[in-house]
């Protein structure tokens, strides 16, 4: 019986097997159009879609003015999600990642992120507000984040908070003030918040343009988002984030500690 695939999803099925099998390795140019559509006797817009394809699921990069090339797939390290990290992403560490190493070769060390924040007020969209518990176009803070590696990109977050709860206080802006960089159970608990819990839900998602500039990966590359919510002693959500890490290079590992 014939292949009833699409041709550019068994072009694009052909060149993964192709790098999963070792005969295309990091750093090899894949075949270019021209060579692609005579193998395959397809079109120029079915050439394009299966690497499109290619790139979208990491196997592949593109070089301005050089052509596309196998990517490097490589996980680089795990970041551990601990109860201090679910309270402030910035407190993660990284294992198999640490300054001048390969980070193939780099063991169970911990690396500490670093970061940079911007924070402005604006009207909570509805999937935000449905998160806070809050009416669609109410005030909050949003702060984003980048964290970086050794300089490299490693994570995005964007954080919202109701200006209801921080608004003309100490601690209405994460990154500045007397409470600054204390996370949320600590910054809260300045202005007599007792943050209780956090929820956690982690999903997958095609990566945004500006995701993917950041984070040095093709638009509509997979990433793993971490969706966590903050929540006080009347269980109502004070804070809610979105995480963003590229789902080929990272892996998310979680400590679950037991009480007897």
Same mark, same amino acid.
């Given at each position: 019986?014939?292949?009833?695939?699409?041709?550019?999803?068994?072009?694009?099925?052909?060149?993964?097997?192709?790098?999963?099998?070792?005969?295309?390795?990091?750093?090899?140019?894949?075949?270019?159009?021209?060579?692609?559509?005579?193998?395959?006797?397809?079109?120029?817009?079915?050439?394009?879609?299966?690497?499109?394809?290619?790139?979208?699921?990491?196997?592949?990069?593109?070089?301005?003015?050089?052509?596309?090339?196998?990517?490097?797939?490589?996980?680089?390290?795990?970041?551990?999600?601990?109860?201090? %990290?679910? $309270?402030? &992403?910035? *407190? !993660?560490?990284? #294992? +198999?990642? /640490? %300054?001048? $190493?390969? &980070?193939? *070769? !780099?063991?169970? #060390? +911990?690396? /500490?992120?670093?970061?940079?924040?911007?924070?402005?007020?604006?009207?909570?969209? /509805?999937?935000?507000?449905?998160?806070?518990?809050?009416?669609?176009?109410?005030?909050?803070?949003?702060?984003?984040?980048?964290?970086?590696?050794?300089?490299?990109?490693?994570?995005?977050?964007?954080?919202?908070?109701?200006?209801?709860?921080?608004?003309?206080?100490?601690?209405?802006?994460?990154?500045?003030?007397?409470?600054?960089?204390?996370?949320?159970?600590?910054?809260?608990?300045?202005?007599?918040?007792?943050?209780?819990?956090?929820?956690?839900?982690?999903?997958?998602?095609?990566?945004?343009?500006?995701?993917?500039?950041?984070?040095?990966?093709?638009?509509?590359?997979?990433?793993?988002?971490?969706?966590?919510?903050?929540?006080?002693?009347?269980?109502?959500?004070?804070?809610?984030?979105?995480?963003?890490?590229?789902?080929?290079?990272?892996?998310?590992?979680?400590?679950?500690?037991?009480?007897?």
């Amino acid at each position: 019986m014939g292949d009833s695939r699409p041709v550019y999803l068994r072009i694009a099925d052909d060149l993964r097997q192709r790098i999963d099998e070792g005969a295309l390795v990091v750093g090899d140019r894949i075949p270019s159009r021209s060579e692609l559509k005579r193998a395959y006797e397809a079109s120029d817009q079915t050439v394009d879609r299966a690497v499109r394809v290619l790139k979208a699921a990491g196997y592949a990069e593109g070089q301005f003015g050089r052509g596309v090339f196998v990517a490097d797939r490589a996980p680089l390290g795990t970041l551990l999600r601990s109860t201090g %990290a679910v $309270d402030s &992403p910035f *407190a !993660a560490k990284i #294992r +198999g990642y /640490a %300054a001048g $190493d390969d &980070p193939a *070769a !780099a063991g169970d #060390r +911990g690396t /500490a992120l670093t970061w940079e924040a911007s924070s402005s007020e604006t009207p909570a969209p /509805a999937g935000i507000a449905e998160r806070l518990g809050i009416g669609t176009g109410e005030p909050v803070l949003c702060t984003q984040y980048e964290y970086l590696a050794n300089r490299h990109p490693v994570q995005l977050a964007t954080s919202w908070e109701p200006l209801t709860i921080t608004e003309g206080t100490d601690v209405a802006l994460p990154e500045r003030g007397p409470y600054a960089r204390r996370g949320v159970r600590g910054r809260l608990a300045a202005i007599g918040i007792r943050v209780v819990r956090a929820r956690e839900l982690v999903g997958s998602r095609p990566a945004t343009t500006p995701e993917a500039e950041a984070l040095g990966c093709a638009a509509g590359q997979c990433v793993t988002v971490v969706e966590r919510t903050h929540f006080d002693g009347e269980d109502r959500a004070v804070e809610t984030s979105d995480i963003v890490v590229r789902a080929d290079r990272w892996r998310l590992e979680y400590t679950i500690p037991f009480t007897s």
